[in-house]
């Protein structure tokens, strides 16, 4: 299985600041049909995982702006420009290309300064 | 709005079997993968199989292989996630979600085991 790999542990931020998770994975998530299946959650405090980003770098319904995902081939980051009090949980990566074996990466606790 | 509800909370005994459930409703329920995937108590999220409603095609993560049994009733568009003889290891909250961009994902059923 692909193994999904994110650092750092866990990231405090004081409000306003920017945050940056990163993601590698042990193989490349592009796929011949020439999508990434790269994709990231947010696992709130009490609450199920809630998808943010898809495809490495699309931001899914009702997500802020101020999330973006960016990367290619085994390495992806997700950035947050600047970090607000509802965004604590821990931030999950997922691959997706070799459905249905998905992993997800250790999981990326962000909490507030 | 595309929906996924689960089944309440769960104690049980160890040995004793249990069959937890995922409603789904507001989309196609027969047209899409629905995943299981466990979290262990303050750990991250591990996939455990799918299933296709449509046909009932299971496929299974090998550390889950034999350990649980996904089934889904496309009549009443439920999936399931059973275990014929729980064990304390299997104490947990455990989620439905749809694929392929495992969204939306279900409340959560948690499920204690203990004696």
């Known amino acids: 299985d692909i193994v999904m790999t994110q650092t750092p542990l866990s990231l405090s931020v004081t409000p306003g600041q920017p945050a940056s998770i990163s993601c590698k994975s042990s193989q490349s998530l592009l796929h011949s049909d020439g999508k990434t299946y790269l994709y990231w959650y947010l696992q709130k405090p009490g609450q199920s995982p809630q998808l943010l980003i898809y495809e490495v770098s699309s931001r899914f319904s009702g997500v802020p702006d101020r999330f973006s995902g960016s990367g290619s081939g085994t390495d992806f980051t997700l950035k947050i420009s600047r970090v607000e009090a509802e965004d604590v949980g821990v931030y999950y990566c997922m691959q997706g290309i070799h459905l249905p074996r998905v992993t997800f990466g250790g999981g990326t606790k962000v909490e507030i300064k | 709005e595309v929906q996924l509800v689960q089944s309440g909370a769960e104690v049980k005994k160890p040995g004793e079997s249990l069959k937890i459930s995922c409603k789904g409703s507001g989309y196609s329920f027969t047209s899409y993968w629905i995943g299981w995937v466990r979290q262990m108590p303050g750990k991250g999220l591990e996939w455990m199989g799918i299933?296709?409603?449509?046909?009932?095609?299971?496929r299974y993560s090998p550390s889950f292989q034999g350990q649980v049994t996904i089934s889904a009733d496309k009549s009443i568009s439920t999936a399931y996630l059973q275990w014929s003889s729980l064990k304390a290891s299997d104490t947990a909250m455990y989620y439905c979600?749809?694929?392929?961009?495992?969204?939306?994902w279900g409340q959560g059923t948690l499920v204690t085991v203990s004696s």
């Open positions: 299933i296709y409603p449509g046909d009932s095609d299971t």
């Open positions: 979600a749809r694929l392929p961009t495992f969204d939306p």
